[in-house]
């Protein structure tokens, strides 16, 4: 049994050091522990400090964001042939040490995705604006994917090796929310445990400020709905319009027969003319986006399969060569 712990970077070498020397050499059950730090185009030595404390390295020529590092990550676990890979941040913020408690409902059996939930109320480094986006963004998560997931934005995180293969990231910010609904749709297990964290005294690199992380985390929101959810987001508003252009003709009718077949209240049809159209519109959208989830689902069918393979025939390899 294998456990490889990631550590997605960015400009990370202060607090590089002590973060991986938090992090567990021995775990029960677990035959070896290996380290792998992505390093997403730092300018600080990053890569030459996680190389020199034993690190896997893998460098980003360019800065290509934390989703992009967060899959590389995967990548490299998966084909140094992890059973587990633990997801945690370069700056330190989460208590090393839980490493263990996060892979052990993985070891035993009971879970494939293990998530650290943070105690947000007592963290003084997260804004009030960013503890309620992260309740809302926990709440549209649970709503997705129907598991209960109380800190959808922690990173601190560990994944089965099945899990992880079934991982695929569209978001070019981050990956927390839209790895949850990816394994809860794929009939993953997924649990939550509590955890520490450390105090961080830097601002986070992810986003420039409240409002910027208010407005790329609500995008994606939004964006996880239309990829996983189109029919619903798309029919509700539709209904909602029909049942407007409905309520307008009524209203029409009903002072057409009133005013004794007067004329006048044409701005009423011609309004619902408009939401009819607009309903219409919207239900043709929702059936091509049903028609294109269900595409998508079979392409994940397909790239997980390659995967599968691409990465057995490297195991194979590495084992042959071991052999030789």
């Known amino acids: 049994m294998k456990v490889v712990i990631q550590i997605p970077c960015l400009d990370e070498a202060a607090t590089l050091p002590v973060t991986i020397a938090a992090l567990p050499r021995v775990i029960d059950g677990v035959d070896a522990i290996e380290i792998v730090v992505v390093d997403d185009g730092s300018s600080d030595g990053t890569a030459d400090i996680a190389s020199s404390l034993g690190a896997h390295v893998f460098r980003h020529r360019t800065t290509r964001g934390l989703a992009a590092a967060f899959m590389t990550g995967i990548e ?25 408690g996060l892979v052990l409902p ?14 947000i109320s007592g963290m003084r480094s997260f804004s009030g604006a960013k503890k309620i986006l992260q309740r809302v963004g926990s709440w549209v998560v649970r709503r997705l994917s129907g598991v209960d997931v109380a800190d959808a934005t922690s990173g601190f995180r560990a994944y089965s090796r099945e899990a992880a293969l079934q991982l695929g990231v569209f978001s070019r910010y981050t990956y927390t929310l839209e790895t949850i609904i990816q394994s809860a749709q794929r009939g ?35 964006r996880m709905f239309v990829v996983y959810r189109p029919f619903r987001f798309f029919i509700l508003p539709a209904l909602v319009a029909t049942a407007a252009g409905i309520a307008l003709v009524a209203r029409f009718l009903w002072l057409f027969v009133v005013s004794g077949g007067m004329g006048g209240h044409l701005q009423s ?50 084992g042959s060569s071991a052999i030789r």
């Open 76 to 100: 490299t676990a998966l084909a140094l042939d992890a059973d587990v890979i633990v997801n945690t941040d370069g700056d330190n913020q989460y208590a090393g040490s839980d490493v263990s």
């Open 106 to 119: 993985i070891l035993r059996g009971e879970a494939d995705v293990v998530i650290g939930t943070r105690p």
């Open 188 to 222: 993953m297990r997924v649990a939550s445990i509590p955890i520490r964290v450390n105090p961080v005294e830097r601002p986070s690199r992810l986003a420039k400020g409240s409002a910027h992380y208010i407005w790329r985390a609500g995008t994606d929101l939004a």
């Open 269 to 318: 049809l011609v309004v619902a003319a408009i939401l009819f159209g607009v309903g219409g519109a919207l239900i043709v959208v929702a059936l091509l986006g049903d028609l294109l989830a269900m595409n998508r689902r079979m392409l994940e069918e397909i790239r997980l399969d390659a995967r599968r393979r691409r990465f057995e025939r490297r195991a194979a390899a590495a």
